[in-house]
């Protein structure tokens, strides 16, 4: 039996997922209309408009499984065991390499096909 999770949607959650997606257009708006202004003062109110709008997002059941899916993402890029220096530049220093043995196997190729397109056409 194949059961497929229901993903319920409350009116409230998505009044204020469009109360912040309006919140964000007039932000942007705004920071246009006032042009005139100083620049500093139109960032600071379009970061503070959208710190707002993320607030509101939060809010929502939506925004708390975001949030939740980064966290778990977080704690997933820890566990990662990364690669040391000296594999990082050993690996980089293969991959240079053979871009290079490819580029000149190219070069060489193209060199080829336009010797024998020379000599078929008579340029």
């Given at each position: 039996?194949?059961?497929?999770?229901e993903v319920t949607?409350?009116?409230?959650?998505?009044i204020k997922?469009?109360?912040?997606?309006?919140l964000?257009?007039?932000?942007?708006?705004?920071?246009?209309?006032?042009a005139e202004q100083s620049l500093l003062l139109r960032v600071i109110?379009?970061?503070?408009?959208a710190?707002?709008?993320?607030?509101?997002v939060y809010q929502t059941d939506l925004g708390k499984r975001t949030v939740e899916f980064f966290r778990d993402a977080r704690t997933e890029v820890r566990k990662v065991?990364?690669?040391s220096r000296a594999e990082t530049t050993q690996t980089t220093a293969t991959v240079f390499i053979i871009v290079i043995i490819v580029g000149i196997f190219l070069w060489l190729f193209d060199?080829?096909?336009?010797?024998l397109f020379r000599t078929i056409t008579g340029i």
């Open positions: 039996m194949v059961s497929k999770a949607t409350n009116n409230l959650d998505t997922l469009a109360a912040a997606a309006v964000v257009l007039a932000g942007l708006i705004a920071f246009y209309v006032f109110g379009l970061l503070l408009i710190g707002i709008a993320a607030f509101i065991v990364w690669p060199m080829l096909l336009a010797f």
